[in-house]
């Protein structure tokens, strides 16, 4: 029904930005909350980045605050991360999430349905 599919990831020196696109499918409903998620290797996963789809509230994680911003083209049902300032700990799979909710908007990945496939985000040198 609902599907998400990102895209952008690659290797970036340490200071360098990259942009991430998730494109989504299957919305009949505008109450949705949508976002980014990254996970490590032997890491938890955790929220990055999210956004109320209707109304444009949006939560920041500590450690990107000010580095990234989330965005969306609701013509196009795409989601997008912009990460500047990389830094090497942000190296992950990022995962774009969605889940329908009127709820205060949440950021926990265990609050989140709809799981798109990951795209690999390296920084390093």
Do not use: H
Not at 102 to 109: E, F, I, T
């Amino acid at each position: 029904q609902l599907q998400l599919v990102e895209s952008g990831g690659g290797l970036v020196q340490p200071g360098g930005s990259l942009r991430l696109s998730c494109e989504t499918s299957g919305f009949t409903l505008d109450y949705y909350q949508i976002g980014w998620f990254r996970q490590a290797p032997g890491k938890e996963r955790e929220g990055v980045s999210c956004i109320s789809w209707g109304d444009g509230t949006t939560y920041y994680a500590d450690s990107v605050k000010g580095r990234f911003t989330i965005s969306g083209d609701y013509t196009k049902n795409t989601l997008y991360l912009q990460m500047n300032s990389l830094k090497p700990e942000d190296t992950a799979l990022y995962y774009c999430a969605a889940k329908g909710s009127r709820k205060a908007l949440q950021c926990a990945v265990n609050e989140y349905e709809y799981w798109g496939q990951g795209t690999q985000v390296t920084v390093a040198s």
